[in-house]
C-alpha cells in the first residue's frame, strides 16, 4: 500500500517562499505520476502542477506558472513543490497525490488520482 506523507505549509508573507514535500513510501516513486493540488475554504480542489514518472514531463496550472516548480527527489523518494512570489490567493490546504496510470496522459484531474496525502496548510498574509 502507497502512502504520501506531505510536509512544508506554514504561514509566510506575500513574495516569500516556500518548498513543500511529499515523500511516498510503500513503492518507489518510478511507478507513479505525481501531482499537487490545492484547496481554499469555499473553493474546489484546484490542479497545481505535475511531474510524469520518469521526471521528464510537467504540468503547471495557469495561475501558478512561472512562481512553482515541482521535481523529484529519488534519493528521498520523494516530490517536491518549491513555491516563489507567494501571493495572498496561493492560501490553501496543498495535497499531494499519485496517479498509478503512469502510462496515460499527465493529467490536471484530481479524479485520475488515487492517491493522497493529509493535506499541508500555506498561508500568505502580512
Known amino acids: 500500500q502507497v502512502q504520501l506523507v506531505d510536509s512544508g505549509g506554514r504561514l509566510v508573507q506575500p513574495g516569500d517562499s516556500l518548498r513543500l514535500s511529499c515523500v511516498v513510501s510503500?513503492?518507489?516513486?518510478?511507478?507513479?505520476?505525481m501531482g499537487w493540488f490545492r484547496q481554499a475554504p469555499g473553493k474546489e480542489r484546484e490542479f497545481v502542477a505535475a511531474i510524469r514518472w520518469s521526471g521528464g514531463t510537467t504540468s503547471y496550472g495557469d495561475s501558478v506558472k512561472g512562481r512553482f516548480t515541482i521535481a523529484r527527489d529519488y534519493a528521498r523518494n520523494a516530490v517536491d513543490l518549491q513555491m516563489n512570489r507567494l501571493k495572498a490567493e496561493d492560501t490553501a490546504v496543498y495535497y499531494c497525490a499519485a496517479d498509478a496510470n503512469m502510462w496515460g496522459i499527465l493529467s490536471q484531474i484530481s479524479a485520475e488520482y488515487a492517491y493522497w496525502g493529509q493535506g499541508t496548510q500555506v498561508t500568505v498574509s502580512s
Open positions: 510503500g513503492r518507489t516513486l518510478n511507478n507513479y505520476n
